[in-house]
């Protein structure tokens, strides 16, 4: 395996698993805490999309009190505030950075100067309260034509960005695309996420499935968008949190046949064979790198050591 290939493993590796990640509104605790005890692996505590204008305030204080209050054990405490062409972002920042949130999650992200300013912002807090430089980490949501446009400059944009999110709902209103069940209006965007995603580091993260009694064809998208090379996807309700999980952890048979790859590249590595066959099969490195990515994915999730 060349150099570069097992870096990108292992600053994979690095990350934490957000597999599934699960929006919840923050204007109300007792949803807050029923998402905590669903065990995602991250709860999204929102200020945008699903709170009204007139709830905004009451949500900056519960999530800032659910912050400082409530045990999240494992799971992983974001807060999506309101987009940065709003003027609603600086008071939700100013009212929840108190109470310590693991990250942030950017909606409509389009340009890199938005993600640098939310995180200069972020560096002060730190300073003046004596934080971890560079802690509380940054997701962007890709959903409009701008965004998609600028992937490039957003991805790259701060050390902060851990993730970048496709959102299929919103980036199909801002193009006048019909939203169709398979995201084939939307394909080209779906792709250029995960490929920007992946060329700098950062996880992918997959567009939220919106029908709440599908689970056959929930359970279809996420297949597809683990094909991709998605490593998590959107939640918005807890039901959805297993079937999503299950998709992206490998399991035990996935596991026991990446191993048994390896060592059998590793040996003819040894003899001075390059490609070779191996149940009927040819293997070389590209599948040696989609066995390693895999395992990545499983001591990540946890199953693996």
């Not at 929840?96 to 100067?113: F, L, N, W």
């Not at 997701?139 to 701060?158: M, P, Q, T």
């Not at 069940?181 to 995960?194: C, K, N, Q, T």
Request: glycine share 8%; charged share 25%; with cysteine.
């Amino acid at each position: 395996m060349t150099c570069h290939a097992s870096l990108k493993v292992e600053q994979s590796m690095l990350l934490r698993p957000r597999r599934a990640l699960l929006f919840m509104p923050g204007d109300d605790r007792r949803k807050i805490e029923k998402g905590i005890a669903a065990a995602p692996d991250c709860v999204i505590m929102d200020i945008e999309d699903g709170v009204a204008i007139s709830q905004k305030p009451a949500a900056r204080e519960s999530i800032r009190a659910g912050l400082n209050e409530l045990n999240f054990g494992v799971v992983e405490k974001l807060v999506r505030i309101n987009g940065l062409n709003t003027p609603y972002y600086p008071d939700d920042l100013n009212a929840t950075i108190g109470g310590q949130p693991d990250g942030y999650v950017i909606p409509k992200a389009e340009y890199a100067e938005q993600l640098r300013d939310v995180s200069a912002r972020l560096a002060a807090a730190e300073l003046a309260n004596g934080w971890q430089t560079g802690r509380i980490t940054l997701i962007a949501i890709i959903e409009s034509a701008k965004g998609v446009v600028n992937l490039r400059e957003i991805a790259s944009a701060d050390s902060r960005l851990v993730a970048l999110v496709f959102g299929a709902e919103d980036l199909a209103g801002d193009i006048g695309a019909i939203r169709t069940p398979d995201l084939r209006e939307s394909a080209y965007a779906r792709g250029a996420v995960v490929i920007h995603a992946k060329a700098f580091g950062l996880q992918a993260i997959d567009t939220p499935f919106i029908r709440l009694n599908d689970d056959e064809a929930l359970t279809a998208e996420t297949q597809t968008a683990l094909e991709m090379g998605y490593t998590g996807k959107l939640a918005i309700h807890p039901r959805q949190i297993a079937p999503i999980q299950t998709i992206f952890t490998p399991d035990q048979s996935d596991i026991e046949r990446a191993q048994a790859l390896i060592a059998a590249f590793h040996a003819h590595q040894i003899e001075g064979t390059g490609a070779f066959r191996l149940n009927d099969q040819m293997v070389d490195m590209p599948m040696i790198r989609a066995a390693e990515a895999l395992l990545a994915r499983a001591r990540l999730a946890g199953v693996l050591r």
